[in-house]
Every structure is written in structure tokens, then in C-alpha cells.
């Protein structure tokens, strides 16, 4: 980097209703496979944090959990992190698609027409849709926040998405970068593996194990070549144990082997990982139990 050049840093944060594609978008705009990208609902709860270095700019990523009417502890735990990022941003990214209706969630969108800075609204999956259709949502949102910046694309077929990148780029703030140049997420490397056994759980088992899942690593032990994995899968009830070991434990085997691949393929190396199952009744209505598992700020 030249001493002369100018550099810019800044917040980004990516809010949004769950399934309109935040996590693909932010995978593509980081270049690396940070957010836990899945089609269900309430999956990427924490606020992860993406960083993307160039040598004159510092970009940090934030992908907000889905924005949901809480109804019980967990999902107002994951409300206040998506209405804190409206606070803590240089640039606001506020994800729609060309499915959603325009009026879901007028509360949040309240907040997102208060705020002070610059807002890109980004309609996604604009290839399910047709040009006159996507005129007519064009309107109907900048009506809604007539201070947005809207900017059509398709986060699957990568359309536009360099031209987020140029917008976000020229609305940052000069300033120096705010972590090591070489950091890649805030992130410890065990919250990665809570989120890619839980992704698999989610996926695997559709209906039958709704959120009532959470995962803890209790050992993580790396090596040159390879990781040693402990994690203790909790459910609420003994009903749902028996559903995620399954018939001779061959459903757990099953999803812990799509995890371990995940994984391996995710730290570059070979991943031994052991799993136990344990209830503990209604972990989603206990504050202590929700702050032990991250969820609420200390």
C-alpha cells in the first residue's frame, strides 16, 4: 500500500427477513464460506462477522440473524441483535426478494427508515421474477424508504453483486483498518463447528426437531494435520433424543458424517469428531442457560 493512497474502513451490516438470501450474499461479498448458509428459517443466529482486506480498505461484515417477532427467549435474544446493528453501521444492507411482500415486518422497517446512514436495499432472487413485476416492487420500496439506494440482483448468479461491492466501497469512511489485516472473522473456530453440526441437525431432520437443538464443544483439540472434535448435542425432551440418535444410532451417524465432511472441508484438515446427546428441559426459555450458550450480551 502506498503511503499516499487514502484508506477506508468501515462497519457493514446486513439485515433482513430469514430466507432472502443475507448469508449467500455475504459468502460472495467475503469470498469465504463464513455465515452458515441454509434454506430454513432461524439458522444463523449470532451476529458473525466477515472481514474483507484489499490493500487500501477494510470491510467489516456483519450477518444479522433473520428479523422475527419473538415469541419466546431465544428469538428476542436474536431480535436485539439484528435492531443493534442499525445502530453500529457505516453502511446499512437491508436484503428483500422478489418473493416477500413489501409490508412483512413494518416495525423493523420503521427502524430502518430512521436511521442516519446510507441504506442499499437490495432486491434478490430478481431471476424468479420478470421486468414489469420488478418495476412495480422497485416503487412499492422506494416508497417505503425513500432514502435507499436500490440495487437489483440475483446473490445465486453473482448479477450485481460487484456493484454492491462498488457502492459499499464508495460510501465508506476514509480511516485505518479496525482489526489485523490478516483477520479473517471475530469468531473462534469452535463457534464455526456449533454452527455447521447444528446446520446439518436442521437439515437432516426437517420438522421433527424444530429449534429445540443447541450444540456445545466441549473439547476442540488441533494438531498439524487434524482436529479432535467433543460435542454434546442438547435437546428439551427424551422423545427428541431418541429422534436425532435414531434406530441404532444410524440417523446421528448419518448427519455426523455430512458434519465431519463440512468441517474438514471447512478447516483444510482431518476432523475426528465425537457427539453425545443430553436433554435439558426448555434450554430456549432460560436466560442462564441461553447466556451459557452465547445468545445473550454479559
Do not use: C
Request: no cysteine.
Amino acid at each position: 500500500m502506498e503511503n499516499n493512497s487514502v484508506h477506508k474502513a468501515g462497519f457493514v451490516n446486513i439485515v433482513g427477513n430469514p430466507n432472502v438470501g443475507k448469508s449467500t450474499l455475504m459468502n460472495l461479498l467475503v469470498g469465504e464460506r463464513i455465515s452458515i448458509a441454509t434454506f430454513k428459517a432461524q439458522t444463523t443466529r449470532h451476529r458473525i462477522m466477515g472481514i474483507l482486506n484489499t490493500d487500501d480498505m477494510q470491510i467489516v461484515f456483519s450477518d444479522t440473524p433473520g428479523v422475527l417477532k419473538p415469541n419466546y427467549k431465544l428469538q428476542e435474544s436474536m431480535l436485539n441483535f439484528s435492531e443493534s446493528a442499525l445502530v453500529d453501521a457505516d453502511v446499512l444492507l437491508y436484503v428483500t426478494d422478489t418473493q416477500e411482500k413489501t409490508d412483512k415486518n413494518a416495525d423493523f422497517l420503521e427502524k430502518v427508515r430512521n436511521v442516519k446512514v446510507p441504506v442499499l436495499l437490495l432486491i434478490n432472487k430478481i431471476d424468479l421474477s420478470n421486468q414489469e413485476e420488478l418495476v412495480k416492487l422497485v416503487e412499492e420500496w422506494h416508497a417505503l424508504l425513500p432514502d435507499a439506494e436500490i440495487i437489483p440482483i440475483s446473490a445465486q448468479a453473482r448479477f450485481n453483486v460487484d456493484v454492491v461491492m462498488r457502492r459499499i466501497k464508495a460510501l465508506l469512511p476514509d480511516s485505518p483498518p479496525y482489526f489485523d489485516k490478516d483477520q479473517l472473522t471475530d469468531k473462534p473456530a469452535r463457534f464455526f463447528v456449533t454452527e455447521i453440526i447444528r446446520e446439518k441437525i436442521l437439515l437432516y431432520y426437517d420438522k421433527e426437531i424444530p429449534y429445540a437443538v443447541e450444540v456445545v464443544v466441549e473439547r476442540f483439540k488441533e494438531e498439524a494435520k487434524s482436529i479432535h472434535i467433543n460435542a454434546v448435542i442438547y435437546v428439551e425432551r427424551e422423545s427428541q433424543k431418541g429422534i436425532l440418535i435414531g434406530h441404532q444410532g444410524k440417523a446421528l451417524k448419518k448427519v455426523m458424517t455430512e458434519a465431519r465432511k463440512t468441517l474438514e472441508h471447512f478447516f483444510r484438515k482431518a476432523i475426528y469428531l465425537e457427539t453425545f446427546v443430553k436433554v435439558d428441559k426448555d434450554w430456549r426459555s432460560s436466560d442462564k442457560e441461553l447466556k451459557n450458550f452465547g445468545y445473550q450480551p454479559e
